[in-house]
């Protein structure tokens, strides 16, 4: 079964730091480009960060960027979101997904179930 679980979310206050993780799982992880997106309450989900399947080029959001890290473990099958200086605008639910670098207009894109983050004091 494809799937990918997130973990490390939390509440956490302004200027504090989280890891995020995503571990995934029944797919070749390694053909696979890997981003995170989030969505905070009554907005749309918007995209975060992105990383190549080999990890070699990273992007990020212009809100996120100096703040926030995107890697990948291919080994491990688990890509991670570093976040430091979070803010309270970060507050969102953050959500793993995966696009094959090859057939990702074919093959449909996985999502994991979201990790909740809270940045309050």
């Known amino acids: 079964q494809v799937q990918l679980v997130e973990s490390g979310g939390g509440l956490v206050q302004p200027g504090g730091s989280l890891k995020l993780s995503c571990l995934a799982s029944?797919?070749?992880?390694?053909?696979?480009?890997m981003s995170w997106h989030r969505q905070a309450p009554g907005k749309e989900r918007e995209w975060v960060a992105a990383i190549e399947s080999d990890g070699g080029s990273t992007n990020y959001a212009d809100s996120v960027k100096g703040r926030f890290t995107i890697s990948r473990d291919n080994a491990r099958r688990s890509v991670y979101l570093q976040m430091n200086s979070l803010k309270p605008e970060d507050t969102a639910v953050y959500y793993c997904n995966a696009k094959h670098r090859v057939y990702g207009g074919i093959l449909p894109e996985i999502w994991g179930q979201g990790t909740p983050v809270t940045v309050s004091p």
């Open positions: 029944g797919l070749d992880f390694s053909m696979y480009t």
